[in-house]
């Protein structure tokens, strides 16, 4: 039981970003975020597949997207004993606009290695199914879905 608690607190420790905590500089690569607007954080309960809140993570990505307006989000998954915490940013770039992603996986086990920042593919086209959204690279391959 002891243990269990211990391994929860430093999970919720290891990914608790919260709106307005800064973005670590290896995340932000030079970017001014007063350019852009913060959509928040949005988290996947552990023992769950679905961000809570998808819906409005969702349209704060594609109205920015097909407004052209800057923004960005954070999205937590969480796990047992580890996750990530992905930034997506949507922006211009030097062909258009894109989204850069960049995840940090993160590890609440004593003694973990940490991990580099992971970056998807750059993200060119976002399409929209139902509920649903799908990010494609500059060959039209699916990088991800939301």
């Known amino acids: ?13 290891a990914g608790c ?34 961000v809570t809140g998808a819906a409005d993570l969702r349209r704060f990505i594609w109205t920015h997207w ?3 307006r800057r923004g960005y ?30 995840s940090v996986p993160y590890s609440a086990l004593p003694h973990a290695p940490r991990w580099s920042p992971q970056d998807l593919r750059d993200i060119v086209a976002v399409e929209q199914h139902h509920d649903k959204l799908t990010f494609r690279d500059a060959e039209g391959e699916v990088v991800t879905r939301l």
Do not use: C, N
């Open 66 to 68: 097909t407004q052209k």
């Open 73 to 102: 989000v954070l999205v937590v998954q969480q796990g047992k004993d580890a996750g990530a915490t992905s930034y997506v940013f949507i922006e211009p770039s030097s062909s258009g606009w894109h989204i850069a992603w960049r």
């Open 17 to 50: 970003a919260t709106a307005g905590e800064p973005i670590p500089a290896a995340v932000t690569q030079d970017r001014d975020l007063k350019a852009y607007e913060d959509g928040g954080v949005y988290r996947t309960p552990i023992g769950q597949r679905e």
């Open 1 to 13: 039981m002891v243990r269990a608690l211990v391994t929860t607190l430093l999970l919720a420790a």
